[in-house]
T-cell receptor, first 114, second 112 residues
Framework: GESVGLHLPTLSVQEGDNSIINCAYS??????FIWYKQESGKGPQFIID?????DKRQGQRVTVLLNKTVKHLSLQIAATQPGDSAVYFC?????????????FGKGTLLTVNP | EAQVTQNPRYLITVTGKKLTVTCSQN?????MSWYRQDPGLGLRQIYY???????DKGDVPEGYKVSRKEKRNFPLILESPSPNQTSLYFC???????????FGPGTRLTVT
């Protein structure tokens, strides 16, 4: 899950297993959520997004679940591969607010063991 | 190739010496933004721009300026850099804030 301190949460899985990365977002008015993957030495890369009128969205090997009641977001990666090893960030935005600030979580480090 | 470019990629400078980090995108995106990334703090938005001549503060704007005179460019200006601005900086662009953002490769800045 997301860190509230200085240490990055970590998740270690075996190749082929499914991974679940969690995120607790802060603003109940947020209506757009997005997951990014950041590999070492690179900029973040879009994975999948979801709007608040949905509670589930699927992509290729990834699924995002949104629970607005408890302000929780999760990213599920099926059949995790070594190339999935990276830091994963969730981000939230309130598109109906007075600004368009995108707020990121602190990230979760996913390590896939071969 | 669709991309966001940043220059320089690495910069070491001294306190108080004005610097500019350039950002350019070739995707005709209206939305551009700057982030800083620090260990344990994740990505924090500095400034963003909804279109030419339209900029607004993010979560950590103090000590930074931006301008958006053309759609493709969004430079980040540090008028008087201080050591607490030592960080990894990313520029990003997107069609709008509610679409995926394309990130540049990052600029590692060290202020001594």
């Amino acid at each position: 899950g997301e860190s509230v301190g200085l240490h990055l949460p970590t998740l270690s899985v075996q190749e082929g297993d499914n991974s679940i990365i969690n995120c607790a977002y802060s603003n109940s008015a947020s209506d757009y959520f997005i997951w990014y993957k950041q590999e070492s030495g690179k900029g973040p890369q879009f994975i999948i997004d979801i709007r608040s009128n949905m509670d589930k969205r699927q992509g290729q090997r990834v699924t995002v679940l949104l629970n607005k009641t408890v302000k929780h977001l999760s990213l599920q990666i099926a059949a995790t591969q070594p190339g999935d090893s990276a830091v994963y960030f969730c981000a939230e935005l309130n598109s109906g607010g007075s600004n368009y600030k995108l707020t990121f979580g602190k990230g979760t480090l996913l390590t896939v063991n071969p | 190739e669709a991309q966001v470019t940043q220059n320089p990629r690495y910069l070491i400078t001294v306190t108080g010496k004005k610097l500019t980090v350039t950002c350019s995108q070739n995707m005709n995106h209206e939305y551009m933004s700057w982030y800083r990334q620090d260990p344990g703090l994740g990505l924090r938005q500095i400034y963003y721009s909804m279109n030419v001549e339209v900029t607004d503060k993010g979560d950590v704007p103090e000590g930074y300026k931006v301008s958006r005179k053309e759609k493709r460019n969004f430079p980040l200006i540090l008028e008087s850099p201080s050591p607490n601005q030592t960080s990894l900086y990313f520029c990003a662009s997107g069609l709008s804030p509610v679409y995926e953002q394309y990130f540049g490769p990052g600029t590692r800045l060290t202020v001594t």
